[in-house]
């Protein structure tokens, strides 16, 4: 038997990616529901050889829906995710909005699977914010031999972080650079995004972090360590679809850079991509569509006791967001909602 499994989103990039991989991977569903927005309702949707309506979100009725995998925003899941939650339905959210709610688990299964069972709180899972995913997936098995004290990363985000109008933003001024006449003022972004790098996601704290960077320290330490420490400089560049990080590990203990590379090789999630030769490395172009999280430029930091440097590359929208919230599914029915 199967689940019977509700997209909400479904019109969205993640949305999209969600119904793409729950095929892919031939999640077993019984049925398939997928919702939008009233002013999306009958706009239609492939889910492998099969093509859906989206129906209305506010009119759905939950009752009998087994698994909700939501990709929409905080405003519109703090509505509906509690209402689904109550009708029997186990809500696997992409929003920010239960991330740091110590009753609802933020899951990246390869890191922390075990602690799914925690949904019976709420009837609510979290998925983690696109950059923390592809973090912890390459911390984990490293902090398991050599417990980690310190992470410095910057980031590499693409514009498609920011939904839609991002990519948008990006292709319309791209193509105005070569004509000048038809100028593309930013309109999703704070500056000018194409050919050019932003030092800003999120909004301002008060103590100068952008909510991106409080997002990858506070989700680092939920899922994996509340003992490490995390600082990140997060920065929007003009790619379409990728993330990639500049990582900086610290560890207690001494890991030799080919041990490191060898562990990193053998863990659920990673590739390594490692020759020290032109090209021998991993971009955001090779990653899309993979499910992968590539590690690459693997090596010893000479200015401290205990360190790692390396290049961490993964499609945003599939193990940054689709692909782990189908992987919960998965875990969440082989170990809690079994049938059949």
């Given at each position: 038997?199967?689940?019977?499994v509700?997209?909400?989103g479904a019109?969205g990039?993640?949305g999209h990616e969600m119904?793409?991989?729950?095929?892919?991977?031939?999640?077993p569903?019984?049925?398939?529901?997928?919702?939008?927005s009233r002013?999306?309702?009958g706009?239609?949707?492939?889910?492998?050889d099969?093509?859906?309506?989206?129906?209305d979100l506010?009119?759905?009725?939950?009752?009998?829906?087994d698994?909700?995998?939501f990709?929409i925003?905080s405003?519109a899941?703090?509505v509906?995710?509690?209402?689904?939650?109550?009708?029997?339905?186990?809500?696997?959210d992409?929003?920010?909005?239960?991330?740091y709610?110590?009753?609802?688990?933020?899951?990246?299964?390869?890191?922390?699977?075990d602690a799914v069972?925690?949904y019976?709180?709420?009837?609510i899972i979290?998925?983690?914010?696109?950059?923390t995913a592809q973090?912890?997936?390459?911390l984990?098995?490293?902090?398991?031999r050599?417990?980690?004290?310190r992470v410095?990363v910057?980031t590499?985000?693409?514009?498609s972080?920011a939904g839609?109008?991002?990519?948008d933003?990006?292709?319309?001024q791209t193509?105005?650079?070569?004509?000048?006449?038809?100028?593309?003022?930013?309109?999703k972004?704070?500056?000018?995004i194409?050919?050019?790098v932003?030092?800003?996601i999120?909004?301002?704290m008060e103590d100068?972090?952008?909510?991106?960077?409080w997002k990858?320290?506070v989700?680092t330490?939920k899922?994996?360590d509340?003992?490490?420490?995390?600082t990140?400089t997060?920065v929007?560049?003009?790619?379409?679809v990728?993330?990639s990080?500049a990582?900086?590990?610290e560890?207690?203990d001494?890991?030799d850079?080919?041990?490191?590379r060898?562990?990193?090789?053998e863990?659920p999630g990673?590739?390594?991509i490692?020759?020290?030769e032109?090209?021998?490395?991993?971009?955001?172009?090779?990653?899309v569509?993979?499910?992968?999280t590539?590690?690459?430029?693997?090596?010893q930091?000479q200015t401290i006791?205990?360190?790692i440097?390396?290049w961490i590359?993964s499609?945003n929208?599939?193990?940054g967001?689709?692909?782990?919230?189908v992987?919960?599914?998965?875990?969440l029915?082989?170990?809690?909602?079994?049938?059949?």
């Amino acid at each position: 038997m199967g689940y019977n499994v509700v997209v909400v989103g479904a019109t969205g990039n993640v949305g999209h990616e969600m119904l793409n991989i729950l095929a892919e991977r031939a999640f077993p569903v019984d049925k398939i529901a997928a919702l939008a927005s009233r002013k999306s309702m009958g706009t239609e949707v492939s889910f492998g050889d099969r093509t859906l309506k989206c129906q209305d979100l506010d009119t759905f009725d939950f009752t009998g829906w087994d698994i909700a995998l939501f990709a929409i925003g905080s405003d519109a899941t703090k509505v509906h995710a509690p209402r689904a939650a109550a009708q029997g339905c186990v809500v696997i959210d992409n929003s920010s909005l239960y991330r740091y709610d110590p009753e609802v688990p933020l899951i990246v299964p390869e890191v922390n699977a075990d602690a799914v069972m925690g949904y019976k709180n709420k009837n609510i899972i979290a998925n983690p914010n696109c950059s923390t995913a592809q973090l912890v997936v390459a911390l984990k098995p490293l902090h398991d031999r050599a417990r980690i004290k310190r992470v410095v990363v910057s980031t590499y985000q693409s514009v498609s972080g920011a939904g839609k109008e991002g990519m948008d933003e990006l292709w319309d001024q791209t193509k105005s650079i070569y004509n000048p006449t038809d100028s593309k003022p930013p309109t999703k972004f704070t500056k000018q995004i194409a050919f050019n790098v932003i030092p800003h996601i999120d909004v301002f704290m008060e103590d100068g972090q952008t909510k991106e960077e409080w997002k990858m320290m506070v989700e680092t330490k939920k899922i994996l360590d509340p003992a490490i420490k995390v600082t990140a400089t997060c920065v929007r560049v003009p790619v379409f679809v990728g993330h990639s990080e500049a990582v900086n590990v610290e560890f207690h203990d001494f890991l030799d850079e080919e041990e490191a590379r060898d562990i990193l090789r053998e863990s659920p999630g990673c590739m390594v991509i490692d020759k020290r030769e032109d090209g021998g490395y991993v971009t955001p172009v090779e990653c899309v569509g993979d499910y992968a999280t590539f590690i690459s430029r693997i090596r010893q930091d000479q200015t401290i006791d205990n360190g790692i440097n390396m290049w961490i590359v993964s499609d945003n929208l599939r193990k940054g967001a689709a692909l782990n919230a189908v992987q919960i599914a998965e875990v969440l029915g082989n170990r809690a909602l079994k049938k059949g």
